[in-house]
């Protein structure tokens, strides 16, 4: 019960969330890892990074790209909900080039103090692998995404 309480308090307005300092990602960190301490009952001095790890949940900071990268995803292929269908749209460049087919998302003209989801899903979007871009099925595209960001937080 607590996990999903906590959690979902993690994952809220993740847009908001995304380019916040590093600061304020350590305190939210502190929390999931004592939430992730009292789940599994360890002491107050073990390892939380290695507890998360064994529990197979994100940091937070991964966390927010997560859910900012399956929102940008199931807006691309699903076109809902419409206001934020209409905020991304593909880049189709007016020439054939090489990134003509690497589904893309136009780059923004964000100013650097603006952390909409039109800035923050675009530029996450576009930072993905292509082969993870490229993948149509929903749970294929949630367990590739989250292999991919968990493999990056917690290469050794």
């Not at 999903?4 to 847009?15: A, E």
């Not at 995304?18 to 999931?32: C, E, G």
């Not at 871009?133 to 050794?156: C, G, M, P």
Request: net charge positive; with cysteine; proline share 4%.
């Amino acid at each position: 019960m607590a996990v999903s309480i906590v959690g979902c308090r993690l994952d809220y307005s993740n847009s908001i969330l995304y380019d916040i300092s590093q600061a304020n990602i350590y305190k939210l960190q502190r929390v999931q890892s004592i939430l992730a301490r009292i789940v599994v009952g360890a002491p107050w001095t073990s390892s939380s990074l290695n507890i998360c790890r064994d529990l197979h949940w994100l940091p937070v900071g991964r966390r927010i790209t997560y859910k900012l990268r399956l929102t940008a995803w199931k807006t691309l292929h699903t076109s809902q909900p419409l206001y934020l269908s209409e905020l991304i749209s593909r880049y189709l460049p007016s020439r054939s080039l090489h990134s003509s087919n690497t589904n893309l998302l136009t780059r923004p003209a964000c100013i650097t103090s603006n952390f909409s989801f039109f800035c923050a899903c675009n530029s996450t979007w576009n930072s993905l692998p292509a082969h993870v871009r490229s993948i149509d099925a929903l749970s294929t595209f949630k367990r590739h995404l989250k292999f991919y960001l968990f493999q990056s937080a917690f290469s050794v």
